[in-house]
């Protein structure tokens, strides 16, 4: 009987032993208050309990991105950016340690009493930074409302024929990458960090870069384009308003062209602008060795005038012709001819650096000039020499209206020539070379003779078909 006592007492104490310890570990699992030693980012919070903690701290979390924040450019006064760390782009996060809290209330009770023993006592911040957030406030709209854009460097030709330079304007930019490392830096990690930047603020240097402009003086003289280094003129005489219209358009087509090192100037191309921007009106062409009406009369004069400056420079020609009759305006030889889909002049810009060409007419005087890189002590003079004269040859037309064996003159003819163009080159005065350039054929204009073809016994000269080409022109005003 005492055995069974003892029994029923041990069976009752274990019961009870049970009970309070279980009872122990309820109290000790339903908490409402963080374990000891907790901090979060320095703010101590061990003991206090874990609902007012949560709720403080989303406050404090909502109050973080209030903080000021302070852009100072480098190197300039007063340029300054007042905003906030959440205009900014930077929130702040604490779901580590949320997590940690809820954990106290999950689980069966075992779970939630090993997790409060074995509960974190050090948690930190994260902070996000959106950097496209930052990046479209201070777009590049907003870089050049503030500093500006950089302008180009310009090159100019006074009057007196000099080059003379407007220097370039930079404008600041950003400098991302150095500011995105920045601005991380400063991004604050503690509360306590926090508590003092709400106070003084947060300022961040914002780096600056210096954006040059594409085109600059250095840039612009590394061209090349030092001084005038030939000037050669032509007189349009008597011209009609037609010509004198059409010289001027091809000229102003040829104004300001700068070709670069190895670029080739090409008339066809240069006829086409001029078209196309000021038209061409009715003067004389040249068609098969004869002056006759038509439209873009005279843009040869500005090929030839181009031509000669080129020959006296030294620059390589690739395609040219004389006329087939000599011109008034430049001495045999020296002429380049254009026809359009048949006779092209072109020539290349060899002198290594680059080449502006200034063209223009005035008082009846057309005058281009070329400005570059040329050796002051190297001359070139051009010598033509008529090696042959061709005569005229007679063109025989039949006149019933006129007496028998009477000869009339219906146009007077005009010899033909042949005629070879030298250059010599000359460094500090001595001849250092002398080359044959060109040996060119002027066509012998026929002289017309009508006669009565009764008892002349000279039969009426054949037409012969010949290709229609327009010199010094586009068109004729017949087909």
């Not at 009752?12 to 009970?19: A, K, M, N």
């Not at 190197?75 to 954990?103: C, M, P, R, W, Y």
């Not at 069966?108 to 509960?119: H, L, V």
């Not at 991004?187 to 594409?214: K, N, R």
Request: a negative charge; charged letters at 25%.
């Amino acid at each position: 009987m005492k055995k069974i006592h003892l029994g029923f007492i041990v069976v009752i104490g274990l019961v009870l032993i049970s009970s309070v310890g279980y009872g122990l570990l309820h109290l000790y699992t339903d908490q409402t208050k963080l374990p000891k030693g907790v901090v979060v980012s320095g703010w101590d919070v061990g003991g206090q309990e874990a609902q007012t903690v949560l709720e403080e701290l989303e406050q404090r979390l909502n109050t973080m991105q209030d903080v000021r924040l302070e852009l100072q450019a480098d190197g300039l006064k007063g340029q300054t950016e007042q905003l906030s760390l959440g205009e900014a782009g930077v929130t702040f996060h604490a779901e580590e340690f949320i997590d940690a809290v809820n954990k106290l209330s999950e689980g069966d009770i075992w779970t939630r009493a090993m997790y409060r023993k074995n509960f974190e006592r050090n948690f930190e911040l994260s902070a996000h930074w959106n950097r496209d957030v930052l990046k479209a406030r201070y777009s590049e709209e907003w870089e050049k409302k503030r500093f500006g854009e950089p302008v180009n460097a310009v090159r100019s030709i006074s009057e007196d024929d000099v080059v003379r330079y407007t220097p370039e304007r930079t404008a600041y930019r950003i400098d991302w990458p150095l500011f995105y490392d920045r601005f991380s830096a400063a991004i604050p990690g503690e509360f306590s960090d926090l508590e003092a930047g709400q106070q003084e603020g947060i300022a961040v240097e914002l780096p600056l870069t210096l954006m040059q402009p594409a085109q600059t003086v250095k840039s612009l003289k590394a061209e090349g384009i030092e001084r005038k280094i030939i000037e050669t003129s032509t007189s349009l005489g008597a011209s009609a308003p037609g010509r004198v219209h059409n010289v001027t358009a091809a000229a102003k087509a040829v104004d300001g062209m700068i070709l670069k090192p190895g670029d080739e100037f090409n008339y066809a191309h240069i006829i086409e602008i001029a078209e196309k921007e000021y038209g061409f009106q009715e003067a004389p062409v040249i068609v098969n060795g004869r002056l006759v009406p038509g439209i873009g009369g005279g843009i040869c004069q500005v090929s030839s005038t181009v031509y000669h400056a080129a020959l006296l420079i030294g620059l390589e020609i690739t395609e040219r012709r004389n006329h087939s009759l000599p011109v008034s305006y430049m001495p045999k030889g020296q002429d380049a001819t254009f026809a359009e889909g048949a006779i092209n002049f072109r020539f290349r810009n060899n002198t290594g650096k680059h080449l502006l060409i200034r063209s223009e007419v005035i008082n009846g005087t057309l005058t281009l000039k070329m400005f570059g890189t040329f050796p002051e002590n190297t001359v070139y003079e051009l010598e033509s020499k008529t090696v042959e004269t061709l005569p005229s040859p007679e063109k025989i037309i039949h006149n019933a209206a006129l007496p028998p064996g009477f000869r009339q003159v219906i146009q007077n003819g005009k010899p033909g020539y042949v005629v070879e163009t030298y250059r010599t080159k000359k460094v500090n005065g001595s001849v250092v070379e002398t080359e044959r350039i060109s040996k060119d054929t002027y066509r012998a204009q026929s002289s017309i003779i009508a006669i009565n073809p009764k008892g002349a016994g000279m039969p009426e000269a054949p037409e012969t078909p010949q290709e229609k080409i327009v010199e010094d022109g586009i068109s004729t005003d017949t087909p």
